[in-house]
């Protein structure tokens, strides 16, 4: 597909995005999770599905993964076997839904899926923006501000890897490239993606937040600090910077996605710290082929 046609399959699947809210997916993240990667859209594979000439579901294989993500209008649950038809076609075996997807969680059990409960979960956290903001504050010789034009991207995707290169694991795939596809990309704004500069100029910590201005809500996405940077309190600086700006254009809640399990609850901690308090999960089913 060419490029204006990704984007037009991307703005109907943000438009039921917008249409469901509030559910598991937001414009912004939508939007992070698609162009983050520029340059390999050949291991994805989307489907819409429309009723009336409206988009009424979608879903998004990830086929080096073998999972799928996907939206469903309750009003069509009829159309969850045709979607699990159309996943088992890539060879998939792996789906998260949220939990009250009751209809999804139905048709997954009937497709032979099970619930994985022993790995990593995510979990969604949310917090009011009427209640108090504190102003941001860094240590001594750490500059924070939002960005300011495209020229900013090789830092923020440089931070971005830093912050997302597990040790010992490959590097973060996002590029200067893709994050200036990201800056390009609708609903992004300049003012609401937040960094961290270290005494030496070095990019330390980051938080873009995207806001959907017809529902009034702000998620965060992505938030993360490089490893030589943390207990610093940045990434808490970075999230309460670009919140205010939030807040000052309309938004009237924020949410962001964590893990919920023992094994990583830095960020979660971090959230928390600054307000956000959990409120739903996702919930994971695999085919038993793809259970360990």
């Known amino acids: 597909m060419d490029p204006g046609g990704e984007r037009l399959m991307l703005r109907d699947m943000q438009e039921l995005t917008r249409r469901l809210w509030p559910s598991r997916w937001h414009i912004g993240d939508m939007a992070w999770m698609w162009f983050q990667h520029?340059?390999?859209?050949?291991?994805?594979?989307?489907?819409?599905?429309?009723?009336?000439?409206?988009?009424?579901?979608?879903a998004w294989a990830n086929l080096p993964n073998g999972t799928l993500d996907l939206q469903l209008d309750p009003a069509h649950p009829e159309l969850a076997d045709e979607i699990l038809a159309?996943?088992?076609?890539?060879?998939?075996?792996?789906?998260?839904?949220?939990?009250?997807?009751?209809?999804?969680?139905?048709?997954?059990?009937?497709?032979?899926?099970?619930?994985?409960?022993?790995?990593?979960f995510f979990i969604h956290l949310s917090r009011s923006l009427a209640d108090p903001?504190?102003?941001?504050a860094v240590p001594g010789g750490y500059t924070l501000r939002p960005v300011r034009s495209e020229d900013d991207a090789e830092a923020r995707a440089a931070v971005h890897r830093a912050a997302f290169t597990l040790p010992g694991g490959p590097p973060s795939r996002v590029t200067t490239e893709s994050y200036r596809a990201i800056m390009r990309a609708w609903p992004y704004r300049s003012e609401l993606d937040w960094f961290v500069t270290a005494p030496d100029g070095t990019p330390a910590a980051s938080c873009l937040v995207w806001l959907d201005e017809r529902n009034k809500i702000a998620i965060l996405e992505p938030v993360g600090t490089d490893p030589g940077h943390r207990r610093l309190g940045l990434?808490?600086?970075?999230?309460?910077?670009?919140?205010?700006?939030a807040r000052d254009l309309g938004a009237e809640n924020a949410r962001v996605c964590a893990r919920g399990d023992d094994a990583y609850p830095s960020a979660r901690a971090t959230y928390m710290s600054v307000g956000f308090r959990p409120y739903a999960r996702n919930r994971t089913f695999v085919l038993p082929e793809a259970t360990p």
């Open 38 to 58: 520029t340059g390999r859209e050949s291991e994805r594979r989307t489907a819409l599905w429309e009723r009336g000439g409206q988009t009424v579901a979608w």
């Open 86 to 120: 159309w996943f088992a076609e890539t060879g998939g075996q792996s789906v998260t839904v949220l939990e009250d997807e009751t209809a999804m969680i139905e048709a997954l059990r009937r497709h032979g899926y099970r619930e994985w409960t022993e790995g990593p």
């Open 133 to 136: 903001l504190p102003e941001p």
């Open 235 to 245: 990434a808490s600086a970075a999230i309460l910077g670009a919140l205010r700006t």
